[in-house]
């Protein structure tokens, strides 16, 4: 008996992603996947992945996880995949068009830091945790694991790339004269520990930063660009429904929503890079740099730790004026 998910949604988000053949099949037709020689088993392993990934503790429908869907860059998912599991055309197509980004990239970050001139050993040294080397020698797995998709493989290579560079500095300065309190010599952490993103000591501060300068960011946009957030992000709207709400057509919503969250991005890197938001009430938080602050965006996204409801509190006043277009 097929389960109804509107009516259990804590389903399986694996198990509602399998019964979606028809959807999976367009989706594997519409990517390069047959270009780089990904089967569809290994299609689906990465949807799979990358679906259990975001799915892990938050609840899930056939509507949320369709939404999902159209969200994830999947052309990207696909060579990152096609990459790991070995095709030599993606590995042609990925050096041939990531290669120099990567080095440009690291170049960016690592500019006026000590550690400036070793940008392309930075870049060469991710490609190679990419390509699955580590001391010159294949591993099984490869960096691309951890790409899910949830957005472009180059902004995901970006921040890999500043959390190694802040690895590289922090590591760099365990070996200067640094002592504790108590005067006993501080003990090396095992590299293994430098590099795991989730026990990075400056996590929370970094969370904390980003959640100031969001709501800070937020407060400024025009009302309609901030309730079409909110009717996507804590109301769970369809763009069909926040057309309807808004009084625009389904295809604009979008238009706007897109607009609207590149635009928000690009105020909160401001904010971050400035180093003053609204909720600093000490004004003790210093401007970041450019690897810090991808930093801030890659922890916001791993986890989801973002309330929306919070931050777009239930107003008795929805649903009274719903239709109704905005006055100009």
């Not at 990925?94 to 001139?117: C, E, P």
């Not at 945790?129 to 472009?152: C, N």
């Not at 005067?183 to 989730?198: D, F, L, M, R």
């Amino acid at each position: 008996m097929v389960h109804d998910p509107a009516r259990n949604p804590r389903a399986d988000p694996l198990l509602l992603l399998r019964e979606m053949q028809l959807r999976l099949d367009s989706l594997y037709a519409a990517s390069p996947a047959p270009l780089w020689r990904l089967a569809r088993s290994e299609f689906l392993a990465a949807l799979e992945r990358s679906v259990g990934k975001r799915f892990a503790e938050d609840p899930v429908s056939c509507e949320k996880l369709e939404q999902y869907l159209e969200t994830l860059h999947v052309d990207d998912l696909v060579l990152a995949s096609a990459c790991m599991e070995g095709s030599e055309s993606a590995w042609e197509h990925f050096v041939q068009n990531y290669r120099g980004y990567l080095r440009a990239t690291a170049s960016a970050i690592t500019k006026g830091g000590r550690s400036g001139a070793d940008a392309q050993e930075l870049a060469d040294s991710l490609f190679a945790e990419l390509f699955g080397l580590v001391d010159g020698r294949r591993r099984e797995a490869s960096l691309f694991r951890y790409f899910h998709g949830r957005s472009s493989l180059k902004t995901w290579l970006r921040t890999i790339l500043a959390q190694r560079h802040i690895d590289r500095i922090r590591q760099s300065r365990r070996w200067e004269s640094l002592e504790p309190e108590n005067g006993e010599e501080e003990k090396p952490i095992p590299s293994q520990i430098v590099n795991t993103p989730s026990l990075d000591p400056h996590r929370n501060r970094y969370l904390q930063c980003f959640l100031l300068a969001l709501s800070e960011c937020l407060a400024a946009l025009e009302p309609a660009d901030r309730r079409r957030l909110e009717l996507y992000y804590a109301r769970e709207k369809t763009l069909a429904e926040i057309g309807g709400l808004l009084g625009e057509h389904e295809s604009s919503a979008s238009r706007h929503l897109e607009r609207t969250r590149r635009a928000l991005r690009e105020k909160v890197e401001e904010c971050l890079r400035r180093g003053r938001y609204a909720g600093d009430h000490l004004g003790n938080l210093p401007p970041m740099s450019d690897a810090e602050i991808a930093l801030c965006f890659q922890y916001a996204a791993e986890e989801t730790p973002i309330d929306f409801r919070q931050i777009f509190p239930e107003k008795p006043s929805w649903g009274s004026g719903a239709g109704r277009k905005e006055s100009s």
